[in-house]
């Protein structure tokens, strides 16, 4: 599954936020009418889900981001960070207008404090503090940590997503419902544990 990120240099969003644009744009496509049985993404979706669920986080702005309104996906707007999810397919076939954007360069600056929580429910992915990621790299990982909430706990109403960096890692982990190690292919180690969720009710 690609993602963009909408990263303009006069106005960049925070990290937080971004990451949860990026995972309720994530839940928000496989919730979509469009990815049920009988919607027109099922397939590729189903397709997608039965492999190894890779994501592709890539940054986007000005006219390169207004050119990705006319392909299936889902957009969320949240915080002033906005992020799209794209209908999943062979890495292969990824389309001209998501291809040409860049994945590296999608490190912003880390939020100084936590903003206070949505009302439940929502979804709280919390990252590992021990392991160094860029913000794309951490969207995807809290987009993974959505979709495996999703799957493992069904959908929630509003499907808020809250993204937090652990004070008590050990903590997180144990609490949980979802984990996520990482397949390797970028940035950290296989088997990494990047990221976990709960749902918040």
């Known amino acids: 599954m690609q993602l963009a990120l909408r990263i303009e240099k006069a106005s960049p969003p925070t990290h937080l936020a971004i990451c949860e644009a990026a995972a309720m744009a994530v839940v928000g496509l496989l919730t979509d009418p469009r990815s049920a049985p009988d919607g027109e993404w099922h397939d590729a979706v189903a397709a997608w889900e039965a492999r190894h669920i890779r994501k592709v986080a890539r940054r986007a702005r000005g006219a390169r981001w207004d050119a990705l309104a006319a392909l299936p996906g889902v957009l969320v707007d949240h915080d002033g960070a906005p992020a799209r999810a794209f209908v999943p397919g062979p890495v292969t076939e990824v389309p001209p207008e998501i291809s040409r954007l860049q994945v590296g360069g999608t490190d912003l600056a880390r939020d100084d404090e936590p903003k206070p929580p949505p009302e439940p429910p929502y979804a709280l992915v919390t990252l590992n503090p021990g392991v160094g990621m860029t913000t794309g790299k951490a ?3 809290c987009g993974h940590a ?6 493992a706990r069904g ?7 809250r993204v937090l960096e652990a004070d008590d890692w050990a903590r997180s982990v144990a609490e949980a419902d979802v984990t996520v190690r990482d397949g390797g292919f970028t940035e950290v180690a296989p088997g990494t544990m990047t990221a976990v969720a709960r749902l918040i009710s």
């Open 146 to 151: 959505a979709q495996l909430l999703l799957r």
């Open 155 to 161: 959908e929630w109403p509003g499907l808020r997503v």
């Open 139 to 141: 969207a995807a990982q």
